[in-house]
């Protein structure tokens, strides 16, 4: 049992036509979700953007204060009570959004890390990839990786 300070969800979108997205992408963990969008940057991510979205610690996501583990305080016991995903709500005039890659990583500089990850995204090609939206699914579930 260990607080929760700092998760990082690396977040690598598709370098394909249409792969960027205006759309609003969250991660589920811990019992929460927390929005994942970059301080300074309009929502959603362009065609080939690899992000890493912090939260807690050094965050540099927009509404660094509502978006923190800490407030209310998370607990890496609370990692196996919930499911961990990531969620896509669509908008704008091309609303889908193609993901190439996830991996998420809490209190990755401590002596405990755990990693999440979805081991179809693990290599790269057009059948590693996915869409999500309002006609194809927006949600994916992330698998505990822990060394």
Known sequence: MAKITRIEA?????????GGTQGWVYLGIAGREFVLNASGTANGTRTGDN??????????VENPAYNDPRRPQLDTDDLDRY????RFEPVGPDPAWCLERIVINV????????TFDNPNLADFGEDRRLWLG??????L???????
Do not use: M
Request: charged share 25%.
């Open 10 to 18: 690396h977040v690598r979108t598709a370098d394909v036509p249409n």
């Open 51 to 60: 992000w890493t979205f912090v939260l807690g610690e050094d965050a540099n």
């Open 83 to 86: 499911p961990v995903y990531v």
């Open 107 to 114: 209190n990755a500089d401590t002596d405990h890390p755990h």
């Open 134 to 139: 309002q006609e194809y699914g927006k949600q």
């Open 141 to 147: 579930y992330l698998k505990r990786y822990d060394d």
